[in-house]
């Protein structure tokens, strides 16, 4: 037993360290010539080899490995030419600022060649400075690499920076690569007409991978490794129960959910490192119950969480416009909920007949919880004018009230998927259950 909670404790420290490799995660994805990693290796190692100046944009959402791929291609080219390269990093939500951004550029070239640096240099010094080591540096057949992460805050402004550096690319003596990262896809439209002008207009777009990307990516994690100091049976068990799992269509559905919400990298590798977590150490093996836990470990459902708060008198409002939207009704108000809220107290005599001054605080608090917002923009008039819609969906709602302590339920289900195409009075039983009183059904 303790070799085997041993060699759980060693394989669980290698998936994680794997997860947190972003070398070993892309390496997946690098083989062919066709991916970001080859194109953008190709363009840099040219300019390199070549003597050329480029600028090049990483468009993408975030999580999509943009970075993680950039550095991975740095990382290769400084083993492949460790006296050619020299790399220069900026982020837009550091450095947006031209006199902050040109600063630091010449202090990581100080750095670099062990140069003295001047803080209190000006932003035409430093912009001189950072000129003449381009052409010491191309002069060198050396060539410097600057990478702009959050590439969109550098477009506001003047553009001075952007301008400075675009501009010292054109000189034949320079050699310099440009590399920005931004999440916007209309990043190069930012630009002024004088950058752009200079700008290579070269463009790399990252897309969030597909479902099937996700389950080899979960394979080429998961599965340990059969040269590793784990015991050997110890890793055909671990393997064949993870082919197993990854080939079960419940695990499937799981990450479709994931993937549904968001299919980015960062995602699913925090959806793996919380799902490695949850493994048995007595055991020593993971179980399709480690991924559905780790799946509503990532799910935040902020909506959820305020709905478990909520008094009965708060949901009977929430339900009520619900009932509305069933309807088609458009547009309603407090008065609206009011008059739908009397017709249910009305066809059931229910015990919960609140007086309409208490209603009109529950429907501040949905208010204040943000479940419930105004529609309109109608500051002048009174609360209960005022057009309102409602936040949450009709599966939201059906969960919130399943998971309510204070709202006893006695078939919630079949009234929420009732809900979702025709709120009747019935439904209302079938959730607010005793405090309905059946005697006086109509």
Same mark, same amino acid.
């Given at each position: 037993?303790? %070799?085997?909670?041993?060699?759980?404790?060693?394989?669980?420290?290698?998936?994680?360290?794997?997860?947190?490799?972003?070398?070993?995660?892309?390496?997946?994805?690098?083989?062919?010539?066709?991916?970001?990693?080859?194109?953008?290796?190709?363009?840099?190692? &040219?300019?390199? $080899?070549?003597?050329?100046?480029?600028?090049?944009?990483?468009?993408?959402?975030?999580?999509?490995?943009?970075?993680?791929?950039?550095?991975?291609?740095?990382?290769?080219?400084?083993?492949?030419?460790?006296?050619?390269?020299?790399?220069?990093?900026?982020?837009?939500?550091?450095?947006?600022?031209?006199?902050?951004?040109?600063?630091?550029?010449?202090?990581?070239?100080?750095?670099?060649?062990?140069?003295?640096? *001047?803080?209190?240099?000006?932003?035409?010094?430093?912009?001189?400075?950072?000129?003449?080591?381009?052409?010491?540096?191309?002069?060198?057949?050396? $060539?410097?690499?600057?990478?702009?992460?959050?590439?969109?805050?550098?477009?506001?402004?003047?553009?001075?920076? %952007?301008? &400075?550096?675009?501009?010292?690319?054109?000189?034949?003596?320079?050699?310099?690569?440009?590399?920005?990262?931004?999440?916007?896809?209309?990043?190069?439209?930012?630009?002024?007409?004088?950058?752009?002008?200079?700008?290579?207009?070269?463009?790399?777009?990252?897309?969030?991978?597909?479902?099937?990307? %996700?389950?080899?990516?979960?394979?080429?994690?998961?599965?340990?490794? $059969?040269?590793?100091?784990?015991?050997?049976?110890?890793?055909?068990?671990?393997?064949?129960?993870?082919?197993?799992?990854?080939?079960?269509?419940? %695990?499937?559905?799981?990450?479709?959910?994931?993937?549904?919400?968001?299919?980015?990298?960062?995602?699913?590798?925090?959806?793996?490192?919380?799902?490695?977590?949850?493994?048995?150490?007595?055991?020593?093996?993971?179980?399709?119950?480690?991924?559905?836990?780790?799946?509503?470990?990532?799910?935040?459902?902020?909506?959820?969480?305020?709905?478990?708060?909520?008094?009965?008198?708060?949901?009977?409002?929430?339900?009520?416009?619900?009932?509305?939207?069933?309807?088609? !009704?458009?547009?309603?108000?407090?008065?609206?909920?009011?008059?739908?809220?009397?017709?249910?107290?009305? &066809?059931? !005599? $229910?015990?919960?007949?609140? *007086?309409?001054?208490?209603?009109?605080?529950?429907?501040?608090?949905?208010?204040?919880?943000?479940?419930?917002?105004?529609?309109?923009?109608?500051?002048?008039?009174?609360?209960?004018?005022?057009?309102?819609?409602?936040?949450?969906?009709?599966?939201?709602?059906?969960?919130?009230?399943?998971?309510?302590?204070?709202?006893?339920?006695?078939?919630?289900?079949?009234?929420?998927?009732?809900?979702?195409?025709?709120?009747?009075?019935?439904?209302?039983?079938?959730?607010?259950?005793?405090?309905?009183?059946?005697?006086?059904?109509?």
């Amino acid at each position: 037993m303790r %070799l085997k909670k041993a060699a759980a404790e060693e394989a669980v420290v290698l998936l994680r360290t794997r997860i947190c490799n972003p070398n070993f995660i892309f390496s997946l994805f690098n083989d062919s010539s066709d991916s970001n990693y080859s194109k953008l290796k190709f363009i840099v190692s &040219s300019s390199v $080899t070549e003597a050329c100046n480029n600028s090049i944009l990483l468009l993408g959402p975030r999580g999509c490995g943009k970075i993680a791929v950039l550095d991975l291609v740095l990382e290769d080219l400084l083993k492949e030419y460790p006296e050619m390269i020299s790399v220069i990093k900026l982020n837009g939500l550091l450095h947006c600022d031209d006199n902050c951004a040109i600063k630091e550029i010449a202090r990581q070239l100080c750095i670099e060649h062990e140069l003295m640096f *001047s803080k209190m240099a000006s932003f035409d010094d430093n912009s001189q400075f950072m000129i003449d080591m381009l052409r010491e540096c191309g002069l060198a057949h050396k $060539t410097v690499i600057f990478v702009l992460d959050e590439f969109d805050l550098f477009a506001q402004g003047k553009q001075r920076l %952007l301008y &400075s550096l675009l501009d010292a690319m054109q000189s034949v003596s320079s050699q310099a690569v440009v590399i920005g990262v931004s999440c916007r896809l209309d990043a190069d439209q930012l630009l002024e007409k004088r950058v752009r002008s200079r700008f290579s207009h070269r463009k790399l777009l990252f897309l969030p991978p597909q479902k099937e990307d %996700l389950q080899r990516l979960a394979k080429h994690i998961l599965l340990l490794p $059969t040269d590793s100091s784990l015991p050997p049976d110890y890793v055909s068990e671990f393997n064949s129960r993870i082919s197993n799992i990854l080939a079960d269509k419940r %695990l499937i559905e799981v990450i479709d959910k994931l993937s549904d919400s968001d299919s980015t990298f960062s995602n699913f590798l925090r959806f793996l490192f919380s799902a490695v977590s949850y493994i048995d150490l007595k055991t020593g093996l993971m179980t399709l119950d480690n991924f559905k836990s780790a799946l509503s470990t990532i799910h935040r459902q902020p909506k959820l969480d305020c709905l478990k708060d909520c008094s009965i008198l708060e949901l009977y409002i929430m339900v009520c416009m619900k009932r509305l939207e069933v309807k088609e !009704q458009e547009s309603y108000n407090f008065n609206s909920v009011m008059k739908e809220y009397k017709t249910i107290h009305d &066809s059931f !005599q $229910t015990s919960d007949n609140y *007086s309409r001054s208490v209603c009109l605080r529950a429907f501040g608090h949905l208010l204040e919880r943000q479940l419930i917002e105004f529609a309109d923009r109608g500051h002048n008039q009174s609360i209960e004018f005022r057009s309102v819609k409602l936040l949450i969906a009709p599966s939201e709602l059906h969960q919130g009230l399943k998971s309510n302590r204070s709202c006893p339920i006695s078939s919630v289900a079949m009234a929420t998927r009732t809900m979702e195409h025709l709120v009747s009075i019935s439904n209302l039983y079938d959730i607010f259950g005793p405090r309905l009183s059946p005697c006086h059904e109509s």
